[in-house]
C-alpha cells in the first residue's frame, strides 16, 4: 500500500459564505426537494435519488454543495428508501424532540417514519430542538434550550465516507460503534458485504470484514504515531491520523491541516476503503491510497463460484460452465452473488453419477477444503469427489488430495508472479455442463480457424495489391522516361 501524497497546495478549494442558513426545527421542516445548506456552504443537505437509478427512490444525505456531480457521503434512511418526495420532511418531532424523516414509501402511500435520530425521549428534552448542518459535513440535533449541547450527529453514524473530523472507533458509554460499511451496489446504498470496524475485543486495530465475519484486512495497531502496517502515513502532507481513546470512547479520526483541503476516504463496492482528494484543477477526484491495495485480496469480492481476476475489467468473472446468478446485479457493481451453474449437476444419491470436472488453472486454493487421506493419484481424488453428491471440486497437487462441500468462496485467479503458490482447482460440473462447455470451445476453436484463415487471406490480399501497386508505378515510370519531352500527360 503506498501513500502517494503529492504536492496539493494548489489543490483546495475557497469557499464563499453564503447567507445564514436556516435550521431545521419544528415549525421549519425540510420539504420535498429544499436543501439546507451549511454556513460557508460546503455541504448540502437534502433528499437524493442514487445516481443511475430510475425506480424513484429518495434518500436522505449529504453531499458536497459546490462539487458536481453529487458525491453523497452520508445516507440516513439506506435500507427504507421514499417512493417520492412531494410530500416528505425532515423535521424535528414535537413529541419527543427526535429528528425525523417522514414521506410515502413503496410499502404505504400515506406519509409514515422512515429514519428517526431514535433518541429516548428522556435524552432529548424537547421540540424546541433544532437541526443544522456543520461545514465539516456533520448533521447536528441542538438541544431546544441549550445549543451548545448536541444530542445526535451523524458523525456518530457514518454510511460509507469518513470525512476529515469525522471518527470511526467505539462509544464506549453507550456500545455504539462506529462502522463504515459499503453499499449494496452503486444504486442502493443500503448496507452491502464489506465493513471497516474497530477491533471489538479492544485494541486499536482496525479490521476490514466480509458479513461481518470474515477478516481480510487488518491496520495493525496504533504504534502512537501511526498504524503498524501504514507508516507512510506520517508522510501525509494532508491530514493528521491520530487514534485516541478515553474512559468515554476509543476512536480514529483525520485532522486537515488547511481547513480548504477537501478529502474523504471511502469503502467501495470492492471492498476496499480508498481516500481521494478534489482537485478543482482537473475538476476530478484524485485517488491516493487504497487498503488493500490488491482488489483481489478483499475477501469473497465476486461471491460464490466468483472468479477474481486481476486481468479482467471488472475483476470478477465465472468459470467454465458457470454464469453470474444475479446478472443484473453485476451491472450495478455488486458480484456478491456470485456464479451459479448454467446446467444443474445431476446426483441422484452418491455413487451413481454422470457429473465430470472442468479444469480452473493456476487459481489460490479457497479455505475450508477437507483434507482426504490416503489417495494415491489425482483419478482416485476425483473419485473420491465424484461418489459424494455434495462434494463440488477437489484439488491434487503434491500427492495430496483436498475437497471442498458446499459452495467455494474467494477464488482467485494467480499470475506467475503473483507469489503465491498456484494450484489447479477442478470444479463439478454435470454431464450436459460439461458437453455445452465442449460444444462452446470447439465452436470458439472453429471461430478462431476462421479469424485465422481469414487473416491470411487478408494478408495474401494485401500484399498482393501492393506488389500490383509497385509493379503499375514501375510501368508509369518507364512509360514516363519514354515519353520524356512529349506535352503528353498519361496519368493525372
Ligand atoms: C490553505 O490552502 C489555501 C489554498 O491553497 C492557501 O491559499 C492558504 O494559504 C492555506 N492556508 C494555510 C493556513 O496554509
Ligand atoms: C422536485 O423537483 C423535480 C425536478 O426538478 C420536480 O419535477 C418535482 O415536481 C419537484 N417536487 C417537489 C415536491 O417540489
Ligand atoms: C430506531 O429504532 C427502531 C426501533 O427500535 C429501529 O427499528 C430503527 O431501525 C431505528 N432507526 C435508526 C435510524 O436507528
Ligand atoms: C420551547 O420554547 C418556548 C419559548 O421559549 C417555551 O415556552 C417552551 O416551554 C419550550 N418548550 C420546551 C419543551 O422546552
Ligand atoms: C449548555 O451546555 C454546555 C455543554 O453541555 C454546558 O457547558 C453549559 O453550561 C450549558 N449552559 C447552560 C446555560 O445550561
Ligand atoms: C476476540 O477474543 C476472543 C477470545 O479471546 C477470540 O476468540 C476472538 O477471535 C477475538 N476476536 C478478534 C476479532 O480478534
Ligand atoms: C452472512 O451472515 C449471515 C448471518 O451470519 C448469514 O445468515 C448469511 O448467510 C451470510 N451470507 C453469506 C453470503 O454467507
Ligand atoms: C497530530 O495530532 C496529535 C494529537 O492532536 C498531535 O499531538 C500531533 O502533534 C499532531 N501532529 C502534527 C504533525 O500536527
Ligand atoms: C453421501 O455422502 C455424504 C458425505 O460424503 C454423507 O453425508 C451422506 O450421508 C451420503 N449419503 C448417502 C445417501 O450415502
Redesign the pocket.
Known amino acids: 500500500m503506498s501513500l502517494i501524497i503529492a504536492t496539493f497546495a494548489a489543490l483546495t478549494l475557497c469557499f464563499a459564505p453564503a447567507p445564514g442558513a436556516a435550521a431545521i426545527s419544528a415549525r421549519r421542516p425540510l420539504q420535498g426537494n429544499d436543501t439546507l445548506a451549511s454556513a460557508q456552504g460546503k455541504f448540502e443537505l437534502g433528499l437524493f435519488s442514487p445516481a443511475g437509478s430510475s425506480d424513484g427512490r429518495f434518500y436522505l444525505g449529504v453531499w458536497y454543495k459546490n462539487i458536481p456531480g453529487q458525491t453523497v457521503v452520508w445516507v440516513g434512511n439506506r435500507a427504507t428508501p421514499l417512493s417520492g418526495v412531494a410530500s416528505a420532511e425532515l423535521r424535528v418531532s414535537v413529541d419527543d424532540g427526535n429528528l425525523e424523516l417522514v414521506g410515502p414509501t413503496f410499502a404505504s402511500g400515506s406519509p409514515v417514519i422512515v429514519w428517526s435520530s431514535n433518541l429516548s425521549s428522556s435524552s432529548s428534552p424537547g421540540s424546541n430542538n433544532t437541526a443544522e448542518i456543520r461545514d465539516n459535513g456533520n448533521l447536528v440535533l441542538l438541544d431546544g434550550s441549550n445549543s451548545s449541547n448536541v444530542l445526535w450527529q451523524s458523525f456518530d453514524h457514518p454510511t460509507d465516507t469518513l470525512v476529515p473530523d469525522a471518527w470511526l472507533g467505539e462509544n464506549k458509554l453507550t456500545g455504539e460503534y462506529q462502522v463504515l460499511t459499503s453499499w449494496r451496489n452503486a444504486q442502493d446504498p443500503a448496507p452491502g458485504m464489506f465493513t471497516d470496524t474497530v477491533d471489538p475485543n479492544g485494541t486499536s486495530e482496525f479490521f476490514y470484514m466480509w458479513n461481518l465475519s470474515r477478516t481480510y484486512w487488518r491496520s495493525g495497531v496504533w504504534t502512537g504515531r501511526f498504524f503498524a502496517t501504514m507508516p507512510e502515513a506520517t508522510r501525509n502532507v494532508l491530514f493528521n491520523q491520530t487514534y485516541v481513546e478515553t474512559p468515554a470512547y476509543r476512536r480514529v479520526s483525520n485532522a486537515l491541516y488547511n481547513s480548504t483541503t477537501i478529502t474523504r476516504m471511502v469503502l467501495e463496492l470492492t471492498g476496499q476503503t480508498k481516500q481521494y482528494i478534489w482537485v478543482p484543477a482537473t475538476q476530478n477526484w484524485q485517488l491516493f491510497w487504497a487498503a488493500p491495495t490488491v482488489q483481489c485480496d478483499v475477501y469473497a469480492l465476486c461471491g460464490t463460484f466468483g472468479v477474481c481476476d486481476l486481468s479482467s475489467q471488472p475483476s470478477c468473472r465465472c468459470p467454465p460452465g458457470f454464469a453470474p446468478a444475479l446478472e443484473g446485479d453485476w451491472t450495478v457493481s455488486d458480484w456478491s452473488g456470485g456464479c451459479r451453474r448454467s446446467a444443474p449437476l445431476w446426483c441422484p ?3 451413481s453419477t454422470t457429473d465430470g470436472f472442468v479444469v480452473l488453472p493456476n487459481v489460490k486454493l479457497p479455505d475450508d477444503s477437507l483434507a482426504v487421506g490416503a489417495v494415491q493419484s489425482k483419478a482416485e481424488c476425483e473419485s473420491a469427489c465424484q ?5 463440488e471440486a477437489y484439488t491434487f497437487s503434491t500427492g495430496r488430495c483436498a475437497v471442498w ?1 458446499g459452495e467455494l468462496r474467494n477464488l482467485q485467479q494467480l499470475y506467475a508472479d503473483s507469489g503465491v503458490s498456484r494450484s489447479d482447482v477442478y470444479l463439478r460440473l454435470s454431464a450436459i455442463g460439461l458437453r455445452d462447455l465442449h460444444n462452446t470451445v470447439s465452436k470458439g476453436g472453429k471461430l478462431s480457424w476462421l479469424v485465422l484463415v481469414m487473416t491470411l487471406v487478408g494478408v495474401a490480399a494485401l500484399g498482393a495489391s501492393v506488389i500490383l501497386a509497385w509493379r503499375i508505378l514501375l510501368a508509369r515510370r518507364r512509360r514516363m522516361a519514354n515519353q520524356k519531352g512529349s506535352s503528353l500527360t498519361v496519368y493525372s
Open positions: 444419491y452418491n455413487g461418489k459424494s453428491c455434495s462434494c462441500h
